[in-house]
């Protein structure tokens, strides 16, 4: 069972920054996409920052221009550099994976969640 490992929450102040890090626990695999989604109580979960395997990015508009996500391939671990954190940035960030691994049918994976505070 692949797991997502994700690390990097925390409290900030608004206009902090933070970095969240993702990796699948098994190195084996075939990533067709990966990102974050992130929920606040009573909305629904919402697409944050994702990438795709061909290196496509996209961004929710409330975010572009201060959120970057990127990918160290070396060590299989995608990052969310988040900049000029707003109160409204404050979240449960859940990282997101679209995974195949030999053996198993290509799936839906996600983190536990992290959560994001982002107040004075």
């Known amino acids: 069972q692949v797991q997502l490992v994700e690390s990097g929450g925390g409290l900030v102040q608004p206009g902090g920054s933070l970095r969240l890090s993702c990796a699948p626990s098994v190195s084996a695999f075939t990533i067709y996409a990966m990102g974050w989604y992130r929920q606040t109580p009573g909305k629904a979960r919402e697409l944050a920052a994702t990438f795709t395997s061909g290196g496509t990015t996209n961004y929710a508009d409330s975010v572009k221009g201060r959120f970057t996500i990127s990918r160290d391939s070396a060590k299989n671990t995608v990052y969310l550099q988040m900049s000029s954190l707003k109160p409204e940035d404050t979240a449960v960030y859940y990282c997101?994976?679209?995974?195949?691994?030999?053996?198993?049918?290509?799936?839906?994976?996600w983190g536990q969640g992290t959560q994001v505070t982002v107040s004075s």
């Open positions: 997101y994976a679209d995974l195949g691994r030999s053996g198993f049918a290509r799936r839906n994976y």
